[in-house]
């Protein structure tokens, strides 16, 4: 039997063995003890191991090369990252992260909390489902952890001790590319561009020198700015939620990055989500999704400023008017992020269900149109977006041009 003190791939079978030898505090029922492999994401393997007496562990495991290609290669050192960044979260905002019982960088693996009695999100966003705590925890949980890991809050040594431990190059390597380069013109030849609309995307996007000009300043940011530990991937598949909780996971791209790159990641899967019951007119749906988008907005804006009011440490923090201005430049951050994240999904190499799954070829062009029209608004308007009716607006106006050029 395998002891687990050198690197293999687990098999469903070995996981029994490293959740009884890794998490005994579940105290197993061994003869009923199962294995799952559930993962459905495109870099680890996940397993589930449950017995007959309600006990359940996650076993998330890292693979030398991706799931979605042989070639790509990334560090397993990432399970590491991703475990001790879900600590330090869920130190932040308490139960808004899976507990992790222990993780291992020998087998690059990690044991936690069973999230089964939620679903994720994007799943249930799909049949309409809608969740009226989302907006207020989703922003409780950015404002404390994003402004919770700032300068202006933390000691500053401690925080470089931080940002040097989750400096996460190769991650950030696929961030770069994936959202602030090849959407904009497919120079590795991996966009999923949707037929109807490949000229669309030629005129504004490829050959859009301005927009260009825009994404090239926001991905320098992206690439310097070390303001916050950020998530790095919250979009609404890295969610769990039920009527009462929201949980966030999957931080494996997490970094000391913008804070609006978690924000506005956030926005536009709403805007995707709305997409999708705009659709099929579904107007409860669309009602709570844009709710949503206005309340995420100035809840994480007004709990972010709580957050410095109490907590802000640095002197110079202190400075009348400081707040304000570096607010603003998170909110203009936010903005970009959003339009940023609309396109990679739209027309990148990682697209999204809530537009892909739209049978009807000309309603899915014109949500796809929407979306890239809203997009270009809030990257080259960012610092006009005040409010979360702001943002709503460019939704709705990008809505009224895409039909008027029908
Ligand atoms: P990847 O890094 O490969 O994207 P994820 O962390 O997103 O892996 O996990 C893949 C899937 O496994 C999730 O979409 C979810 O269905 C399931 N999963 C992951 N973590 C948990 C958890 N803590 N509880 C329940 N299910 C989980
Ligand atoms: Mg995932």
Request: glycine share 4%; hydrophobic share 40%.
């Amino acid at each position: 039997m395998a002891d687990f003190s050198n690197y293999f791939l687990m098999k469903e079978e070995d996981v029994i063995e490293y959740a009884k030898l890794k998490v005994p505090q579940k105290n197993w029922d061994e003869s009923t003890m199962t294995c799952k492999e559930i993962g459905d994401g495109n870099l680890n393997y996940v397993f589930k191991v449950q017995d007959a007496k309600g006990h359940s562990v996650i076993v998330k495991q890292a693979g030398v090369s991706l799931r979605i290609s042989e070639d790509m290669h990334i560090d397993p050192d990432r399970n590491r990252v991703e475990s001790e960044i879900l600590i330090l979260q869920g130190k932040l905002a308490p139960g808004y992260v899976p507990e992790i019982y222990c993780y291992d960088t020998v087998m690059s693996t990690c044991c936690m909390q069973d999230c089964s009695d939620h679903a994720i999100m994007r799943t249930a966003m799909l049949e309409h489902k809608t969740y009226p705590k989302f907006a207020d925890q989703i922003s409780t949980f950015m404002a404390q952890v994003l402004m919770g890991t700032t300068d202006a809050v933390m000691d500053h040594q401690e925080k470089k001790a931080l940002q040097k431990s989750f400096i996460n190059p190769q991650l950030c390597d696929i961030t770069e590319a994936l959202v602030y380069t090849e959407p904009y013109n497919d120079e590795l030849g991996r966009n999923n561009v949707f037929a109807p609309n490949e000229e669309f995307v030629k005129k504004n996007l490829y050959e859009n020198d301005p927009l260009k000009l825009e994404v090239a300043k926001l991905k320098m940011d992206f690439m310097t700015n070390a303001q916050s530990l950020i998530h790095g991937d919250l979009h609404t598949g890295s969610i769990f939620i039920n009527e009462d909780t929201t949980m966030v996971f999957d931080p494996e791209f997490c970094f000391y990055g913008p804070m609006g790159y978690d924000i506005g990641n956030v926005i536009a899967n709403i805007i995707f989500a709305w997409c999708n019951g705009d659709v099929t007119d579904d107007q409860a749906f669309c009602d709570w999704t844009e709710s949503v988008i206005v309340d995420v907005v100035n809840m994480t804006m007004a709990k972010l400023g709580a957050y410095y009011d109490k907590h802000v440490t640095d002197t110079m923090c202190k400075t009348p008017g400081y707040k304000e201005y570096y607010l603003k430049s998170i909110l203009a951050d936010t903005s970009g992020v959003t339009g940023l994240e609309l396109i990679r999904r739209t027309v990148g190499m990682a697209n999204v269900k809530d537009l892909t799954t739209i049978a009807d070829e000309k309603k899915r062009a014109r949500a796809e149109q929407i979306c890239i029209t809203a997009a270009i608004d809030f990257i080259m308007n960012r610092a006009d977006k005040k409010c979360g009716k702001c943002f709503l607006n460019t939704l709705k106006d990008a809505v009224k041009k895409v039909d008027a050029q029908e």
